[in-house]
């Protein structure tokens, strides 16, 4: 077996870009497993993964081989009647061959394919030293990086996402000799800019994480993200609340430190009558610090700061952190202020002089639309009306508040603040806020029955609209995030159990629209309708996905475009139980030669079946089995239970296998074929009451 020898290579820079550096790092150690493994060097990669603070990124490996397998290479040469004459001498051409391959003609071996025979040139070289090859292997690692905006330095011609300072490219315990954008390689790390600010000896790789450690780096991304959640959650304890620890700040603080350490501090209690949300958004968006909070989830004030150094004096670094969220928050408390003065109905009434988009009109049409849609809506799912249309015509006051012009990441919280502030009932203040839900990959719908229905109608206006208007997204342009709407509109219709017909709320938001871009004739209409209910499909089809739902599942409800969302989800649900029975996948199949036979038929098919007409004991047993199946499941698919239609259905397994292994369809009697189709069509019929289940076949 060939020898193997731990490898590590440290690329040491200037501070690496904080929303890049995980990404830089995974691109970084998928270069060198690449590059190793298309040079044939075998891994022992045991747990291995990406390690990175903000001034390095590094490679660490338990075991590489330390030379290449034997290189074996095999070239096809011309074929014997080209390559020889009619004396058996060899040709220009097989003599060009062999002076390419730098051996005799008569070296060469032959080989023989469908063509004939032919000559070959068969070699066998040891493989190189994995020492000779790094360099190379980590050069070609760096230029596949995605590095957006590469930075030069110096005179160089060379360039990276910051400037390069050191290199540690070890192989065993000896150095590989390498340079690399301008830096020839060494033993020598680097510990922490302030608290260790000198090389670092690394004797061999196995040393490499407790040897910067002891220079107080975590160079492992997963040990600093642990030391800080256990730090900030025990500060947070330490003043009677606990930390508030987003994923995405907690990545950054990640990224932003090498030695992390907690320090509690606070601001003036003052400061929070500003809605907590925007004082939030400055600490974690602006600051990077965890707020602290309470038992019952309310903001305290008190925060945590994440130093990049273990301080000897921490009360001169929290009176920093203190002093830099001062002026902030002021900010914040002025804004809101202001906001209060002016009032939401102002607020609103200013909307009518912002453009939502040229051929759309201003916000202010934007929710007269709403509104009008969200009253529809409420009725059809037993909301109030006139609360739902109050709660959309003030749905977008809040953005002409100085609040939102600072923190757009606050539209809807501040509209609900400002709506609790003028004295308009919770509901109507909450649904504001809801109406945006949700928010992100992940988040919530909105939870009220208002909330909901502004969330619904919301997003038919902004999809409508932006499909008349000729927005549809293309590639991976989306400025009015049609996608994200789509999916939310469905999300909630789903998940809110509301038994909505989309196609028919499709027509009227279109019928909202500006006449500039409402669809005139019945064809566009249908047209519009059309493209954006497939657009919502393409959506869902993600959605199912990512809830492990086969794509033969989808596509067998797919097909039959049922107008309401709600009643989609169920069919998924029904087919996912029918799936799981023993007759799931012979009754599918069965279903797909109907339709193959029905789609091939010259015949008119009757309405009916014509007793009298059936001459087998198979037919008529299958006719007496359809008809009964028919009749039991009446009820159920009034109810929309489909689950129990499909159970139903497949207790005919046996008189659709009887069927088929004993009746020809297409006899000579045109009468007797024409029922015999019209048997076949009614149970067809009953199968897609539910879904297509011929797509379960494989």
Request: charged share 25%; net charge negative.
């Amino acid at each position: 077996m060939t020898d193997t020898k731990p490898l590590l290579i440290e690329l040491g820079t200037e501070e690496l870009p904080v929303k890049a550096l995980p990404g830089l790092a995974q691109a970084f150690f998928d270069g060198v497993i690449e590059a190793l493994g298309k040079r044939g060097i075998a891994i022992e990669r045991g747990d291995a993964k990406p390690l990175y603070t903000p001034r390095r990124l590094a490679v660490l490996l338990p075991g590489v081989a330390v030379e290449q397998p034997e290189q074996r290479s095999e070239v096809l040469g011309p074929y014997l009647n080209i390559a020889l004459d009619a004396d058996g001498q060899p040709t220009k051409a097989l003599q060009g061959f062999a002076a390419k391959a730098g051996i005799d003609w008569t070296a060469l071996e032959r080989t023989t394919d469908n063509k004939g025979e032919r000559f070959v040139h068969r070699a066998v070289k040891p493989g190189a030293q994995t020492a000779y090859l790094l360099p190379e292997i980590v050069r070609e690692a760096i230029a596949s990086m995605p590095i957006p905006k590469p930075m030069r330095w110096g005179g160089h011609d060379y360039a990276f996402a910051r400037p390069v300072h050191w290199l540690v490219l070890l192989l065993g315990n000896e150095v590989v000799e390498a340079d690399v954008l301008g830096v020839r390689s060494d033993r020598m790390s680097r510990g922490h800019r302030f608290e260790h600010d000198k090389p670092v000896w690394v004797g061999q790789p196995g040393d490499y994480i407790d040897a910067l450690r002891g220079a107080h780096v975590l160079v492992d991304a997963d040990e600093r993200r642990a030391r800080i959640v256990a730090e900030a959650e025990a500060v947070a304890r330490q003043a009677g609340g606990s930390a508030r620890i987003s994923d995405d700040n907690l990545e950054q603080v990640v990224c932003l430190t090498e030695w992390p350490a907690a320090v509690l501090c606070s601001f003036d209690k003052a400061f929070l009558a500003v809605p907590q949300e925007a004082l939030i958004e400055t600490m974690e968006v602006n600051q990077k610090f965890f707020p602290v909070l309470d038992d019952n989830g309310r903001l305290t004030e008190r925060f945590i700061g994440i130093a990049n150094i273990q301080s000897q004096d921490v009360a001169e670094v929290r009176k920093g952190y203190e002093r830099v969220i001062r002026p902030r928050f002021a900010d914040a408390r002025f804004f809101f202020d202001e906001d209060l003065k002016q009032g939401l109905a102002s607020m609103n009434e200013g909307l009518k002089t912002v453009t939502y988009q040229a051929k759309l009109g201003t916000v202010a049409d934007k929710v007269a639309r709403v509104a009008a849609l969200a009253e529809t809506i409420a009725v059809q799912v037993g909301a109030d009306p006139a609360q739902a249309r109050r709660a959309a015509e003030l749905g977008k006051a809040d953005l002409q508040s100085r609040m939102v012009n600072e923190f757009p990441e606050l539209q809807g919280i501040a509209g609900r603040h400002y709506a609790l502030a003028a004295g308009e009932p919770k509901e109507i203040a909450l649904a504001i806020d809801e109406a945006y839900q949700p928010r992100f990959a992940g988040d919530d719908i909105a939870l009220s029955p208002l909330g909901k229905v502004l969330a619904i109608a919301e997003r038919l206006d902004t999809l409508a609209g932006g499909f008349a208007a000729g927005l549809k997204p293309t590639g991976n342009k989306d400025p009015f995030a049609l996608r994200r709407n789509a999916l939310g509109l469905a999300r909630t219709v789903i998940e809110s159990g509301f038994n909505l017909n989309i196609q028919q709320l499709i027509d009227e938001a279109a019928n909202n629209l500006p006449k500039s871009v409402q669809p005139h004739a019945d064809r566009n209409t249908e047209t519009l309708r059309t493209d954006l209910y497939d657009f919502i499909l393409d959506r869902l089809r993600g959605y199912y996905a990512d809830k492990d739902v086969p794509i033969q599942h989808f596509n067998a409800v797919a097909e039959l475009r049922p107008a309401s969302l709600y009643d989609f989800d169920t069919r998924i649900d029904a087919i996912g139980t029918f799936a799981t029975l023993p007759e799931a996948e012979a009754l599918a199949a069965a279903n797909k030669r109907i339709n193959n036979i029905l789609k091939k038929a010259e015949d008119e098919i009757p309405p009916g079946v014509d007793r009298s007409l059936l001459n087998h004991p198979a037919e008529s047993a299958l006719a007496e089995a359809v008809e009964a199946a028919i009749g039991d499941t009446d009820e159920a698919l009034h109810h929309h239970d489909y689950i129990r239609v499909l159970s139903r259905l497949a207790l005919l397994r046996p008189q659709v296998d009887a069927f088929f292994d004993g009746v020809m369809v297409n006899v000579e009697d045109a009468d007797v074929r024409s029922n015999r189709l019209a048997l076949l069509k009614r149970l067809a019929d009953r199968f897609r009451t539910v879904a297509a289940i011929e797509h379960l076949s494989a």
